[in-house]
């Protein structure tokens, strides 16, 4: 059976503006075993970001948030202790995701970079590599990252991902599109998804009613951004499933930690965690 515990520490709220990053924070450790791996989805002012760390001291970022947030994002990555990048995998060329990547580069040392498609251009000279659908790789040891679909170049190759960890299952939806989910639900089995981080960051056009009943997630993660038009829609389809709904604009970074079957999410602003540390 599955043990999902929610601990929520929501003692300072950023608003809907831009946060001011406080810079007496020195560290955030969460205190992974060797046996655990914890998934940090960023609260950017702008785009998405979301940081793996495993127990033995391994870090992969997926994406890198927006060009407005390229300094939030280097503070995140220093306060959580990551000095090298194993990968830096990025799920669409749009700016909200690929925005950071070299100035990311020139301060953290990366080691290789995942591209959704050959044909974009890097800005940097690193070590890259394109993932095709159905691709399925151990992006650590035992975390798994298959990829489902990847769309076309009108709409900047975004790429979904199912990750598990030991039998926790996180369906990283960049897409929201009908077409896509339906082509999902009928190639694979999304009854194992425990978490879903919503695409294109609550965007009308996909998490239908069909998709979210199809996967039956306990846990939803919704990244912000300004001035998207219809996410009421999607949040309320999203409450009609009954699942746990966390957006980072209202309770900060949310931190996933998953071991053996089980998994626990952590919701901890940098004002609380300077309360209790």
Not at 107 to 117: E, G, I, K, T
């Amino acid at each position: 059976m599955w043990n999902m515990m929610t601990i929520c520490l929501m003692l300072f709220n950023w608003g809907i503006f831009q946060p001011e990053l406080p810079h007496d924070v020195e560290r955030i450790h969460l205190n992974l075993t060797k046996n655990e791996i914890a998934f940090t989805f960023f609260d950017l002012s702008q785009g998405e970001s979301t940081l793996i760390q495993s127990g033995t001291g391994d870090n992969i970022l997926l994406n890198t948030g927006g060009p407005e947030a390229g300094e939030e994002l280097l503070y995140y990555l220093d306060i959580y202790g990551v000095e090298e990048l194993t990968s830096v995998i990025v799920t669409s060329e749009a700016d909200e995701y690929i925005g950071n990547l070299q100035s990311l580069v020139k301060n953290v040392q990366v080691n290789n970079v995942v591209l959704p498609d050959s044909s974009f251009d890097l800005p940097i000279q690193i070590k890259n590599v394109t993932w095709k659908v159905g691709k399925m790789d151990e992006l650590l040891h035992g975390l798994t990252c298959e990829v489902l679909s990847k769309g076309s170049k009108d709409d900047h190759f975004a790429m979904d991902l199912l990750l598990e960890y030991k039998g926790t299952y996180i369906l990283y939806m960049t897409s929201a599109k009908e077409e896509v989910e339906a082509n999902l639900m009928k190639d694979k089995d999304l009854s194992v998804v425990n978490i879903l981080k919503v695409g294109d960051f609550g965007s009308p056009s996909g998490t239908t009613e069909a998709f979210l009943k199809e996967c039956d997630p306990q846990v939803a993660i919704v990244f912000h951004k300004n001035q998207q038009k219809g996410i009421t829609d999607v949040l309320e389809r999203l409450h009609e499933t009954w699942m746990d709904i966390y957006q980072t604009r209202q309770v900060g970074n949310i931190s996933v930690k998953a071991k053996d079957h089980d998994y626990q999410v952590f919701t901890i602003t940098l004002d609380a965690y300077r309360s209790i540390s």
